[in-house]
């Protein structure tokens, strides 16, 4: 990220004129630093990591900076980013005020400045006059009912209920628009069991849901947490199709799901809209106040210790201070937060938002007013595709074009699964390579197919959506013959070749394999997967209310968590269509406690 600070030339006669040193405008005060003049480099320690900035010196004044590379939290460190070069440019001072909320990455940027002001030969001492209270952040205020972090799924799941019961609400949300992973992610679905209301013909009830997420986490999830899941389920399904306006595609039908011996996983139908504009349409007419690109840094306390709203931080630097009886975290997983996963963890490709970074998680460490957090973990996929910085899931698409002729190898040149086995189990299977680069291998005319299909049902944004629809092509090692294809992949021809042609005498052998082949004499394509992480697990511990536990384990009765950040309903694996699922079910269950709680007061 590269943010750039100047003063123009106007600006610069008005420094030269009046003074900057000093906090008051005098004549007198006008003075200038011992520093070298031209452009110079210096690094500060960030909360994610360091802070580089390039400043520039003439005639013994700081004239530009330019944060030229940083990992802070998006949003929440905007305004220091942005401010605080600003502020060390007007008042010629590192003695200025810092971003509330981003403390860290204020102190970075002047650390950064600072040394770079050393890098010119220059005396930090001289650059320390107080210029502290005079660049004062606005507050806003506002009071609602349950104030609600996070515009997910899960958050609007909570705020649609609660207003639908007759209770205000007041949305914060990180990102520039509400939508969370529904907004990012062009084909989604989720487990649709045991409904009764949605018109879903064949439907399975969700009578063994807890039973299978139990044996495919390994037992590592909560039973009690996936309990809750199947036994509320279904009525939150048939509240999805009646009143938030949720269908589900017919057509396509139901998606095998390994992990899952329900027949119960659908994807969305938007055939006459996208699931994300449906929502968002409902959350503005809801009349919930929204906060976008808001951040939270903080929860509010009363004085005796009992929660009463939250602070957050607009990237304008802008604090939001909610006054509520209640508050929902719903903050999403921490997957895009490299500090808050394992190490072992941190060398892979990411594929989703960029706010996902675990505020709820961080909040949890405070010190005065610590949270438990329940362990969990980093969930991947190996059936990834990377182009430039761009990955895509290719299992749907692959899986269209099976018959038409698809083989799936390792580095070695050799099969090792069926590729018509389950998705979770393919994607183990090549986990089991260790770790070692596993290929696609398709005719051209397959892979021209599969390229168009991949654009439908890849997990992606639908900005990358057309970015890679207006791409020359999606290019991978090709040849005009099968053993070309393997040279341009750096792969053994003649062990490939034979692989391959052992595969096509095992299909033609075959009365009942539906698969087709692989002519080895025509142009071929061979397509590099890579595994990537998309979802965490655990979060903030809660007790069987989704109440999040404090340090000493109590219930905090009036904050709860939903969504990814809620508990630990999945273990170390979730079965595809679960997270969705568990979003809105624990949206709708938490706020349908909350209007209980104060219904009864």
């Known amino acids: 990220m590269k943010i750039e600070n100047k003063i123009c030339k106007t600006g610069m006669a008005l420094i030269l004129a009046v003074g900057v040193l000093g906090c008051t405008v005098k004549k007198d005060s006008v003075s ?95 650059w320390q006059k107080d210029c502290t209270g005079k660049n004062k952040e606005k507050v806003i205020e506002e009071e609602s009912d349950v104030t609600v972090v996070g515009g997910g799924a899960a958050g609007i799941a909570t705020v649609l209920r609660l207003q639908e019961k007759g209770y205000t609400t007041s949305l914060i949300e990180k990102d520039s628009e509400i939508g969370g992973s529904l907004r990012y992610y062009a084909n989604s679905g989720q487990i649709v069991a045991g409904s009764t ?163 709820a998680l961080a909040l949890a460490r405070d010190a005065e007013h610590p949270y438990q957090i329940e362990e969990g973990s980093v969930v991947y996929n190996y059936l990834g595709y990377s182009v430039r910085d761009i990955t895509l899931d290719t299992y749907l698409a692959t899986k269209s074009v099976l018959e038409k002729g698809v083989a799936l190898i390792n580095n070695n040149g050799e099969r090792f699964i069926d590729e018509t086995e389950p998705y979770n189990q393919i994607s183990e299977s090549i986990h089991n390579q260790n770790n070692a680069t596993s290929y696609l291998v398709m005719n ?70 539906t698969m087709g082949k692989i002519d080895p004499d025509k142009p071929t394509c061979i397509i590099p997967l890579n595994k990537y992480r998309y979802e965490t697990t655990g979060g903030l511990k809660v007790d069987d209310h989704l109440n999040i536990l404090d340090g000493s384990g109590t219930s905090t009765l009036n904050v709860f968590a939903v969504g990814s950040i809620a508990g630990n309903v999945f273990g170390e694996k979730m079965p595809g269509g679960a997270g969705l699922a568990w979003a809105f079910v624990s949206g709708k269950y938490v706020a349908d406690e909350i209007v209980s709680a104060l219904q009864e007061k």
Do not use: C
């Open 444 to 513: 051209e005319d397959v892979y021209e197919e599969w390229k168009k299909k991949l654009l439908t049902t890849a997990t992606l944004s639908k900005a990358d959506v057309k970015y890679l629809q207006s791409m020359y092509g999606i290019v991978p090692f090709s040849g005009e013959t099968l053993s070309e294809a393997a040279l341009s992949a750096d792969l053994d021809a003649q062990k490939l070749v034979q692989t391959i042609n052992f595969h096509n005498l095992e299909i033609e052998a075959s009365s009942t394999n």
């Open 32 to 126: 200038t630093h011992t520093v070298n003049d031209g452009n110079y480099t210096g690094i500060g320690t960030g909360y994610n990591g360091y802070v580089t900035v390039s400043a520039s010196f003439r005639n013994g004044m700081l004239t530009n900076v330019i944060v030229t590379d940083e990992q802070e939290t998006d949003g929440v460190s905007d305004a220091a980013l942005t401010k605080i070069p600003e502020y060390v440019i007007d008042d010629q001072s590192l003695n200025v005020d810092v971003s509330t909320g981003a403390t860290q990455t204020s102190k970075a940027v002047l650390e950064a400045i600072g040394n770079a002001i050393t890098a010119a030969n220059g005396n930090v001492e001289e």
């Open 197 to 359: 209301k949605a018109n879903l013909e064949g439907v399975d009830t969700a009578s063994t849901l807890a039973e299978d997420i139990t044996a495919y986490s390994n037992q590592t999830n909560s039973p009690t947490l996936s309990q809750l899941f199947e036994d509320q389920i279904g009525e939150t399904v048939d509240w999805q199709s009646k009143i938030l306006g949720i269908t589900f595609d017919k057509k396509i039908g139901y998606v095998p799901t390994d992990g899952l011996s329900l027949k119960s996983v659908m994807m969305y139908d938007e055939s006459s809209g996208e699931i994300d504009d449906l929502l968002q349409k409902e959350v503005k007419v809801s009349g919930s106040s929204v906060y976008t690109n808001a951040g939270i840094i903080g929860l509010r306390y009363d004085e005796s210790g009992k929660v009463i709203g939250i602070r957050a931080k607009k990237s304008n630097g802008d604090i939001i201070e909610t006054t509520s009886k209640y508050v929902v975290l719903a903050t999403g997983t921490s997957a895009g937060n490299l500090n808050l996963i394992p190490e072992r963890d941190r060398n892979s490709n990411y594929l989703g938002l960029k706010t996902n970074t675990g505020d």
